[in-house]
């Protein structure tokens, strides 16, 4: 049923770019797919206000939708990383053992902001982040004891962040226990395993006990900020049909526009001689450079700007191919404005575009096919149990669009 809803909410937004059915192809696990949670600390809720003087209780949870200030409370999460229902009653009586209070982004007071939490699927490593504001954090023993008790780590960071917004980053970084990183381990699909009649399991220990055929793998570090895909054994299938797709349109150069980590640019490093990852987090292009190397992989460029710098400085001089392939994975934002001017300039000859905000890319569409060919679309239920879909577009520069 859910699969039907996204194909008919996919059907109806692009109506008007593309007639056929948009085939949907599932999450291979239902639960605990995700690999990365960070719920806030904040204060417990009451639905009539308390005297000012009265001080509120610290809680851990996500937020309720259209209510950011109301805090929901978390005894268990069915998407998360397993073993979380455990570890969020235990971080809680440390909490209230330490007298530690949340932070006030209104006030600019408090110190616990986010419980960053991570988890590899294939290596069952995990790696848990307390995020603060600035300032040493008092027992850190005390911390990782509370944890390891009830969700054992191969890694623990206390991080800091000074600003108001209320996000999970961390601007430095104190390594508490164990690496510096976790590992995860993805396999390299053949186009034929991603399509919408592939298998799906309850959980992933269920789906990786019943893989049968051993596959090629490629190997990761992930630090606390790096970007890796939320459902990483979904991101296999997405990455076996991109594959499919590099097969289709062999060249001697690919652009991995808003590359990341170079989770895409390592999936298909043997399918093309040269590529360019280009990426705006400087410590994404790190660990992509990093786990190039991990992976023996030697022929991709990690080049750290951001898309429209990249074009601006690229465009004048004809360094950039009309022949050459381009993958985009830009964020829910989009494409830059600029980003899309310079790829309309340039006008490669052929584009995939994979997007995690399909309003964005239909919203884009109309200056796309000013100089491409919708090819195709496909999505993938990368989100369970949410709105949330993978859309992936495949254009070809229309005949006459580049003279």
């Known amino acids: 049923m859910q699969l039907a809803g996204k194909q008919s909410a996919l059907g109806a937004l692009f109506r008007n770019d593309w ?13 605990h797919y995700r690999n990365k949670i960070d719920p806030a600390f904040s204060f417990k809720w009451y639905e009539e206000a308390p005297p000012r003087d009265f001080l509120r209780e610290t809680v851990l949870g996500f937020k309720v939708k259209g209510n950011w200030r109301r805090p929901l409370e978390l005894e268990e999460c069915l998407i998360a990383p397993e073993g979380v ?12 053992a330490s007298g530690l209070k949340a932070y006030h982004s209104r006030k600019n007071e408090g110190y616990l902001r986010h419980l960053l939490i991570r988890d590899g699927k294939r290596t069952g490593e995990r790696m848990v982040m307390l995020i603060t504001s600035p300032g040493a954090l008092p027992d850190p023993s005390g911390f ?52 919408p009649e592939a298998p799906v399991c309850d959980a992933p220990g269920s789906f990786l006990q019943a893989e049968q055929e051993k596959k090629a793998t490629l190997h990761f570090q992930i630090s606390p900020m790096s970007f ?17 797709w590099c097969r289709r349109y062999p ?31 400087a410590a994404a292009s790190e660990d992509g450079r990093q786990n190039a190397g991990r992976n023996q992989v030697h022929h991709i460029e990690f080049v750290t700007a951001s898309v429209q710098d990249f074009f601006k400085k690229h465009s004048s001089s004809g360094d950039l191919s009309p022949d050459a392939r381009v993958i985009l994975d830009p964020p829910r934002s989009g494409l830059h404005p600029k980003a899309l001017r310079g790829l309309l300039e340039w006008a490669p000859s052929h584009l995939l575009y994979v997007s995690c905000n399909p309003a964005r890319l239909q919203a884009e569409m109309e200056m796309l096919r000013s100089a491409y060919t919708l090819e195709s ?11 949330h879909v993978e859309t992936v577009a495949s254009f070809v520069r229309t005949q006459g669009a580049k003279d």
């Open 85 to 96: 229902d455990a570890l969020f009653p235990a971080v809680r009586d440390w909490v209230r």
């Open 377 to 387: 679309l496909h999505a993938f239920d990368l989100f369970p149990h949410t709105p």
């Open 144 to 195: 990782v004891d509370a944890v390891q008790a009830v969700f054992p780590c191969a890694s623990i960071y206390h991080g800091t962040f000074s600003g108001r917004a209320d996000i999970a980053v961390a601007e430095e970084s104190v390594l508490l226990f164990g690496k510096k990183y976790i590992e995860e381990v993805l396999s390299i699909l053949p186009e034929d395993a991603c399509t």
């Open 228 to 244: 890796f895909q939320t459902n990483p054994l979904a991101a296999e299938r997405l990455y076996g049909f991109i594959r499919g």
């Open 251 to 281: 060249a001697g150069l690919l652009y991995d526009l808003y590359g990341g980590m170079g989770s895409i640019a390592l999936q298909v490093s043997d399918l093309y001689p040269q590529i360019i990852s280009v990426e705006e987090v």
């Open 19 to 31: 007639q056929e059915p948009i085939p949907v192809t599932p999450s291979p696990v239902l639960r």
